[in-house]
């Protein structure tokens, strides 16, 4: 049965789909359901998306807030980050006689609220001026842009010291519903390791996404300079939550990258399925038209034959279960070999060695390469090189048409190499690092 609520979240839905690519990605990872006896307005798992009837009292703007609130605590691993502290804090918190729970979702509101506050242009919804926020009472103490961890330890000791107590927190969430709106819950179905692994898949996504959103809007002349300013100084923020030497994994944006570029439209003759089970209506998306991919392989004499073979080999993995996609494959170096060009479906798979073999092996330059992708009508374009051009001052301010993904194999052939001194990495480039398994 379609509840009130249900149909009321879906507006939400729909008004964050319209506003943002980055928090819609995130939030369409869950499952979404519904439970009437969850505290809170929202709360998430990492795996659901939890909302009740609540929401009804909440206008549309203000839950597609909460929405995007939900999403951060995604984004920055909260369910994972929650799970850790209980095993690591659980018996200090019991002999201190408070609250695990609302101490951890007031840390990670803090962190999460304290963020947007800076960053985002949300000062005056309720769900912020109410809100857990550093610098603010009870939290008037507290510095900004601190990490969840380093808010949960000062609650703790505030405990400890009796300037905060356990009861003054239960009784201004009693007080005002909007103190704690949203809570994060621990998944305890999933694995710790299979949590992350879906994490980082999630937000590989979102932030692609945002990237190719932005490519669009720069090409359609509409692009919102300072609202997409705020947006990547939030995903900055996110990113820094992984660690400095993980790299979010190169295959799942390659596999992102393959499902995003296509030119999908909304429509509401047939349902979106996703979420079948909560019964909300969501647009479809449809595709008539081909997926062309253009496929720019760098043939110089630097490239690492090992890197170039592996990035095909999972190119042609990614095609053998994208039916619809058209990959052309065109080398280049300082010129783009036109002659050497081939065409491949899922039905000519793999491709032959012969086609595979270097053309040319001269010195780099991006720029006929980009002016041919431009030229093709494609989706997308994948270029697979070492990022380091010679013609690297035109690259710097290239205005590419199509969404464009760098998979860079620099970390693959020099693993201790410092990369920033020697790669040419513009601004408005989406580069991924190929990096060597560990052993």
Not at 160 to 186: C, N, P, W
Not at 315 to 335: C, G, M, Y
């Amino acid at each position: 049965m379609r509840t009130e609520a249900r149909k009321h979240l879906s507006k939400g839905l729909m008004k964050l789909i319209r506003q943002t690519p980055f928090y819609t990605s995130l939030v369409l990872s869950h499952e979404i359901i519904e439970d009437p006896e969850l505290d809170s307005f929202m709360a998430t798992n990492g795996r659901n998306l939890i909302f009740n009837e609540k929401i009804l009292q909440l206008p549309v703007s203000e839950m597609c807030e909460i929405l995007k609130h939900e999403a951060m605590h995604v984004a920055n691993q909260h369910h994972i980050r929650m799970a850790e502290l209980e095993k690591t804090h659980m018996n200090k918190v019991k002999a201190l006689g408070v609250s695990f729970r609302m101490t951890f979702n007031i840390a990670a509101d803090l962190a999460i609220n304290g963020i947007l506050n800076d960053y985002w242009c949300w000062k005056d919804t309720t769900f912020i001026k109410d809100g857990c926020i550093p610098g603010r009472y009870p939290f008037h103490n507290y510095p900004k842009l601190q990490t969840t961890e380093f808010y949960f330890n000062q609650l703790l000791d505030e405990y400890e010291s009796g300037e905060l107590s356990d009861q003054t927190a239960s009784q201004m969430e009693a007080e005002d519903g909007h103190f704690l709106a949203s809570e994060v819950q621990i998944d305890r179905k999933t694995s710790a390791k299979d949590q992350e692994v879906q994490s980082e898949k999630a937000v590989a996504k979102a932030v692609l996404t945002h990237k190719q959103d932005q490519e669009r809007d720069r090409n359609e002349s509409h692009y919102e300079s300072r609202a997409a300013g705020r947006e990547d100084a939030i995903i900055n923020k996110v990113l820094e939550t992984f660690e400095s030497d993980s790299d979010l994994d190169w295959r799942s944006e390659l596999r992102n990258f393959f499902t995003q570029t296509t030119k999908d439209k909304y429509t509401y003759r047939r349902v979106n399925r996703r979420n079948h089970d909560n019964d909300l209506i969501l647009p479809s998306k449809y595709n008539k038209q081909p997926k062309d991919i253009v496929f720019l392989v760098d043939t110089s004499g630097s490239m690492d034959d090992e890197c170039v073979a592996l990035v095909y080999d999972h190119i042609e993995e990614i095609i053998k279960v994208s039916p619809n996609t058209r990959l052309q494959v065109a080398h280049f170096d300082d010129v783009v070999f036109e002659d050497s060009i081939k065409e491949y479906t899922k039905s000519n798979i793999p491709i032959n060695k012969e086609d595979r073999e270097r053309v040319g092996c001269g010195g780099t330059q991006f720029k006929p390469a980009l002016d041919y992708s431009n030229t093709q009508n494609a989706s997308g374009c994948i270029m697979l090189t070492d990022m380091m051009p010679m013609d690297s001052n035109a690259f710097k301010n290239y205005k590419i048409k199509i969404p464009t993904l760098f998979v860079s194999v620099m970390k693959y052939q020099y693993a201790n190499l410092d990369i920033d001194s020697y790669c040419v990495e513009p601004d408005w480039a989406n580069v991924v690092y190929v990096k060597k398994e560990k052993q």
